[in-house]
């Protein structure tokens, strides 16, 4: 069983900046793959970034530029660096453990 903490959610005006984190427990982080997602008010949870166990990482279309996914595997955390932020932005922030475990999610809202 995996455990997954996500923390750095917040309140923030357009323009801004925030850092959420993931620490995750198990000894198998460093071979897994991780990701984020969002799920904005009254829509679908949507993929954000992911990150291989090499580091290869991706990001969606909409965050390109201003996201950024990082992991420490020391620290058994993966990172989502948020800047520019909009207010689309608004979601519940959600951590993903190899496709298959789901952190609690963490609410990121934005004011313009």
């Known amino acids: 069983q995996v455990q997954l903490v996500e923390s750095g959610g917040g309140l923030v005006q357009a323009g801004g900046s925030l850092r959420l984190s993931c620490a995750a427990s198990?000894?198998?982080?460093?071979?897994?793959?991780m990701a984020w997602y969002r799920q904005p008010p009254g829509k679908q949870r949507e993929l954000v970034a992911t990150i291989t166990s090499g580091g290869s990482s991706n990001v969606a279309d909409s965050v390109k530029g201003r996201f950024t996914i990082s992991r420490d595997n020391a620290k058994n955390t993966v990172y989502l660096q948020m800047n520019s932020l909009k207010p689309e932005d608004t979601a519940v922030y959600y951590c993903?453990?190899?496709?298959?475990?789901w952190g609690q999610g963490t609410q990121v809202t934005v004011s313009s």
């Open positions: 993903r453990f190899n496709y298959a475990y």
């Open positions: 198990g000894s198998i982080f460093s071979i897994s793959t």
